[in-house]
């Protein structure tokens, strides 16, 4: 019997690379063969582990290497790599049979090392980073329970579960919104160092599905070299909007937009042209939208106050601060950066963030409004997407197509 929902939940979980983007190579590694000169065999290794306030100094002496080589070692122009050492941190260290300091081993992290060799009568110090492989890897799946859960089960890392709630946070609610029957399909990158996965790298392609599939939703990844510019549909579309919905992360609204109310502080009717969002003193408070901030200053009423001025016609406040960020007057602030923090200066009874959205100077509820979208994909960077975006949407059609296929057998 043909069923129209795609079940996944059953399958092995996908972990078969796609041709495309192609492995990258992050870092360069560096062949320490030729300043190997003679044999290790015969050396004394001696693993030391940094004491608190311990030295570079103080490990060597520690097996009997002179305060010279020390010295020497600390005149080298990258001593540093070696001296910035922390408590915790384990040196190898090899002493050859006539007492010479050879060679110090200092892992830094999984993928970056700090090695000393001895040439000659002279010590230089390398690093070495180990390359790490991206691979691109698909994870589908049909919820039928939660997302998070239908998500786990599809071999998605909890960091790219909370990336793909991200990415479609404008377009769909995660939570409330995707119902049993909804599916996803996400094409990722996943890091390796020496063939061991070590995490999920950004995700590169996605779409859900919602409202028994009659609605999709696609976001393609756009990149300028490292740097992420942002998520788009297939049209070219921003997934974000302009602004934000709240200024607060964890948002308690103490009171709404209201064309009329009581005013607890004047004691008078007034009209309630904001929100307010009831935290402590200190908690962050983020700017809505990209703008440049038009008044940093006092206000009666207001007290602490910032005035946002963004694109066209479009104004947010934001009052009784306790403390502004580190934008100035004049400054131009993106989406999100942290203009101040909550406090309850002016007319407050207590420590809230007053918000305003303002459109050619008229009040409005931003609980409510239909915020624009941000930026579509720049010219610069269009054909490229286009092409990439196409590719990327046939691959996720083509997943569709084999799933159902294999849903059949
Ligand atoms: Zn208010």
């Not at 408590?87 to 081993?105: C, E, P, R, S, V």
């Amino acid at each position: 019997m043909f069923s129209p929902h795609i079940s996944t939940a059953n399958l092995p979980i996908e972990r078969t690379a796609l041709p495309l983007p192609p492995v990258d190579q992050e870092a360069e590694s560096v062949d320490v063969q030729s300043v190997r000169s003679f044999s290790e065999q015969d050396w004394q290794k001696h693993v030391v582990k940094i004491p608190k306030n311990g030295s570079l100094g103080g490990a060597l002496a520690s097996v009997n290497v002179p305060a010279s080589i020390t010295y020497q070692i600390g005149k080298l122009k990258n001593s540093n790599l070696l001296t910035n050492l922390r408590a915790g941190d384990t040196l190898t260290i090899w002493i050859d049979k006539h007492d010479n300091l050879q060679k110090i081993l200092y892992p830094k992290s999984k993928t970056l090392r700090y090695e000393l060799h001895k040439q000659g009568e002279q010590y230089q110090i390398q690093t070495i980073e180990e390359p790490i492989q991206i691979r691109t890897e698909i994870a589908t799946g049909t919820i039928s329970d939660s997302f998070y859960l239908d998500g786990k089960k599809a071999g998605l890392s909890a960091k790219s579960i909370m990336n793909l709630a991200d990415i479609f946070a404008w377009d769909i609610d995660f939570i409330r919104e995707l119902r049993p029957g909804d599916t996803f399909k996400v094409i990722y990158e996943t890091r390796y160092l020496n063939n061991e996965y070590i995490g999920d790298g950004n995700i590169i392609a996605a779409q859900v599905t919602t409202n028994n599939k009659h609605e999709t939703h696609n976001a393609f990844l756009l990149k300028d070299g490292d740097k992420i510019i942002g998520y788009y549909n297939e049209q070219g579309k921003n997934l974000k909007k302009a602004f934000l919905r709240n200024p607060v992360d964890y948002v308690r609204i103490t009171s709404r937009f209201q064309p009329k109310r009581y005013h607890p502080v004047l004691q008078k009717w007034r009209a309630h042209r904001g929100v307010d969002y009831g935290g402590p003193i200190g908690t962050p408070i983020h700017v809505t939208g990209n703008g440049k901030i038009v008044f940093r200053g006092w206000g009666h009423g207001y007290g602490n106050y910032i005035k946002v001025q963004h694109a066209g016609k479009y104004m947010t406040v934001y009052g009784h601060m306790s403390k502004f960020g580190k934008f100035k007057k004049g400054s131009w602030v993106k989406q999100g950066d942290i203009i101040g923090y909550i406090g309850k200066t002016g007319l407050a009874t207590g420590p809230h963030l007053h918000y305003e959205f303002r459109i050619n100077g008229k009040h409005q509820d931003p609980l409510k409004m239909k915020f624009p979208a941000a930026q579509p994909v720049a010219k610069k960077y269009a054909t490229e997407f286009k092409k990439q975006s196409h590719l990327m949407l046939s691959q996720l059609d083509r997943l569709s197509t084999d799933l159902r296929m294999a849903s059949f057998e």
